[in-house]
């Protein structure tokens, strides 16, 4: 593309930046849209965060995303929030408004819009929650909002998976959850489950990790989504996987996260064709081949 006087920037703060797939994601859209958008990555201290939203404000940025370690940290420093990423308690995408940024959360828009495209649903469905940390808190409100029947949390520390049950349990009406520990899960008696892996266990490169050790419980998992996408097939998918079940991993979630937010930058609309161009380049820069 020609970067020219009329060239919109965006970009994501965060620590560290140096491995994200947002540039693919935005860039590409850019040139398949025909947008004179450019979208690099800044490295953010956290001591420095403020100044990047303000300094990012003067220089006219029209959006960020907001990775980790900053994506709670950044709802005080602005200028209004979205009443979703309110209730989530994290902002992952930041919009240019003349007092400031409006923050929004389109991880679980993105998620949701991801789980979409593979047909798998969440309502009526009894959710098995792995973790409680804060991707596990946005995917148990989002579970709560979509109608599942039951969300089971299970976390090593049973304190957060409680807290987040409780709060959710306020927030959402009619919604069930219940905190529970890995070893209690054989004593459910349901017998089907939408399994979500949101802990941090099993990233690269301690690919072989599982949180959850094989056993009967994979039995009754029908589809496992797990929200790591390095590596591209989890330990815990290869589980679900050998038992019979479904799965899906963190990819698209980053993906359509990262259409959505295009998309409230620019107000347009990203189709599925383009949405699957893009997965492929991302797939590329990843070195997957299927
Ligand atoms: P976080 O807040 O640090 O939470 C980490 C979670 O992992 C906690 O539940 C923690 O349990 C658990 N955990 C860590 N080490 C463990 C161990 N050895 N044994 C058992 N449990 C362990 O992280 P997060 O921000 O929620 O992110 C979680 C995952 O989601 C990461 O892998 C991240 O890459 C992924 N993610 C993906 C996307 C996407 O677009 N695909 C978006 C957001 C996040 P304790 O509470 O007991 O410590």
Redesign the pocket.
């Known amino acids: 593309m020609k970067i020219n006087g009329k060239t919109t920037t965006c970009g994501l703060i965060g620590n560290p930046v140096e491995h994200t797939l947002s540039p693919v994601i935005h860039n590409n859209l850019a040139k398949m849209l025909g947008d004179n958008l450019v979208y690099v990555p800044f490295l953010v201290e956290n001591e420095a965060l403020e100044d990047a939203v303000k300094g990012g404000h003067a220089l006219h940025i029209r959006g960020m995303n907001v990775t ?1 370690p900053h994506k709670s940290a950044v709802i005080p420093h602005l200028c209004a929030i979205d009443s979703l990423a309110e209730k989530i308690g994290a902002v992952n995408t930041l919009v240019y408004q003349k007092d400031g940024y409006k923050g929004y959360n389109t ?1 679980m828009s993105g998620l949701l819009r991801a789980m979409k495209t593979e047909g798998i649903r969440i309502k009526d469905e009894n959710v098995l929650l792995l ?6 808190r946005a995917v148990a409100y989002l579970c709560a909002a979509e109608g599942a029947k039951k969300i089971y949390i299970c ?3 049973l304190q ?1 998976a409680e807290e987040i049950a409780a709060e959710i349990g306020e927030q959402v009406e009619g919604a069930s959850l219940v905190a529970l520990k890995y070893e209690e899960m054989e004593e459910l008696t349901e017998t089907s489950f939408l399994a979500i892996q ?4 099993g ?1 690269h490169p301690n690919v072989s990790d599982v ?1 959850l050790a094989d056993g009967p419980v994979y039995d009754k998992i029908h589809t496992g989504v797990d ?3 390095r590596p591209y097939e989890t330990q815990f998918m290869k589980h679900v996987k050998a038992h019979g079940g479904k799965t899906m991993n ?1 990819l698209k ?2 993906l359509y ?1 990262g259409i959505i937010a295009y998309e409230l930058w620019n107000d347009c609309t990203v189709s599925e064709t383009q949405a699957d161009s893009i997965l492929q380049m991302m797939k590329e820069e990843m070195g997957i081949y299927e």
């Open positions: 980790v991880d973790g409680a940390g804060g991707a596990a976390n090593r520390t957060k949101c802990t941090s266990v990233l949180v929200l790591i996408y963190g979630m980053l996260q």
